[in-house]
């Protein structure tokens, strides 16, 4: 067994009748004994060093993981699309584990296409949940609502381990739209609601709502937030969203405490508890944790706050007739005009093979009136030749923005 296991014992322990896991779809709750006893139950039905989670946020998907954690193998959470051939596939091109103690493997996004393991320890799972509870202050009476997908990097850290931890209650939710969410807000109480920008977004534009009485934290990662969406948030419940910026490789790395960076607009908070952030010489951002060491692509400055601040990502750089321009300090200075909820900014060629900036603004301003506020503060060279202007950006099933469609639907303006 791993020591995830083990830890997980010693929480239901605490309180074996204590409700840990609630299916928000059926209305069954699974007390800290119940999902024991189908851990161990399912336990006896798995082998081998990887074993597959393929599920909708569920007490099966946690009590599989737990299942896992007691035969000592690891868990590979897997996207609930992928057909069956390819989670073997999948599977099968991890190879042989390394180490005993590797206890899960996060998948993401290759830049070849396919996919990039990335294998945690138990240690590691541990470390990035101990820094996320004691930095947010996640309490083992809290109520969790699970949106974000249980088996992502974020929904291990904010989800899974504050339950392993200390029996914090998670609202398992598998599909909803934004007006059912906050129903589920207010029939189980929740107080804690980890969730990404798109959500965000579509809450603060509902009409006819107010603020749930339970609901005392909110979290953005996965994306960019904006300072509109954040302000259009705080306005409709009166509370202040808190920034989170965390990768894959690292677990957590950054946590805005207070709400203030997000509501403005400024950063991603300071450094979690436990964990170590430098920016280097080139500016990318650099993480040493027990949760996971990394460079990252991502480029960030300190502000004079001592937060974070995203620049943008390693590479991107525009020549401009003979002039340097990163994208980055176009999408900052978008993201700063009033109306905008987001923006995606990048270089792209024309056919002679010259550089131009190319813009996705998600808004119901005109480009004219975006172009007269930019000018207030960028020379006439730094705006995009090309605009993509709508009120609803393509995004993917999971929230982000759909680059790969917003590439193709940008093209050069003559």
């Known amino acids: 067994m791993t020591s995830l296991w083990a830890l997980w014992q010693a929480a239901a322990a605490r309180d074996a009748e204590k409700i840990v896991v609630i299916d928000a779809d059926t209305g069954r709750a699974w007390t800290a004994a119940q999902l024991t006893s189908e851990a161990e139950h399912l336990a006896t039905m798995f082998r081998g060093p990887y074993v597959p989670i393929c599920q909708p946020n569920s007490a099966l998907w946690l009590a599989t993981f737990l299942a896992i954690q007691k035969i000592g193998a690891a868990a590979v959470p897997l996207d609930i699309s992928l057909p069956p051939e390819s989670q073997r596939e999948t599977v099968y091109r991890l190879g042989a584990r390394p180490k005993p103690s590797i206890c899960c493997v996060k998948l993401t996004s290759g ?3 396919g996919f990039k393991s990335i294998l945690c320890s138990a240690n590691n799972l541990q470390a990035d949940g101990e820094h996320i509870l ?5 309490l083992r009476d809290d109520r969790n609502l699970a949106v974000i997908p249980l088996g992502h990097s974020y929904g291990l850290g904010n989800l899974v381990m504050p339950l392993l ?3 914090t209650t998670v609202i398992c939710a598998q599909a909803f739209v934004p ?4 129903r589920l807000i207010d029939e189980y109480k929740v107080t804690v609601l980890p969730t990404v920008p798109a959500i965000l977004r579509a809450l603060a534009q509902l009409e006819g709502t107010t603020k749930p009485s339970t609901l005392r934290l909110v979290i953005s990662a996965g994306a960019v937030l904006s300072a509109e969406v954040a302000q259009q948030f705080h306005h409709r419940y009166g509370i202040k969203i808190h920034n989170f910026y965390g990768s894959s490789e690292t677990g957590g790395i950054c946590y805005d405490r207070t709400g203030t960076a997000t509501l403005k607009g400024r950063s991603v908070g300071k450094p979690l508890a436990g964990v170590k952030v430098q ?3 080139d500016g990318r951002v650099a993480v ?4 996971g060491k990394a460079t990252l692509p991502d480029q960030g400055k300190w502000n004079r706050f001592g937060e974070l601040s995203l620049l943008g990502r390693v590479g991107e750089v525009a020549n401009v007739g003979g002039k340097k321009v990163v994208p980055a300090e176009l999408e900052a200075a978008l993201r700063k005009l009033p109306g905008i909820t987001d923006v995606w900014v990048t270089v792209m060629n024309d056919k002679r093979g010259n550089d131009y900036l190319a813009a996705a603004v998600e808004t119901k301003r005109t480009r004219t009136e975006i172009e007269q506020e930019l000018l207030k503060t960028l020379p006439a ?3 995009p030749k090309a605009w993509l202007i709508a009120p609803a950006l393509f995004r993917s099933d999971r929230g982000k923005l759909h680059t790969t469609e917003l590439r193709a639907r940008l093209s050069v303006v003559t």
């Open 111 to 113: 830049t070849t296409g």
């Open 134 to 138: 004691r930095t947010m202050g996640i």
């Open 165 to 167: 931890l200390q029996g």
């Open 179 to 182: 007006r059912q969410i906050l």
């Open 279 to 281: 920016i280097r010489r």
């Open 288 to 291: 040493n944790s027990p949760a």
């Open 381 to 383: 060279w730094k705006l």
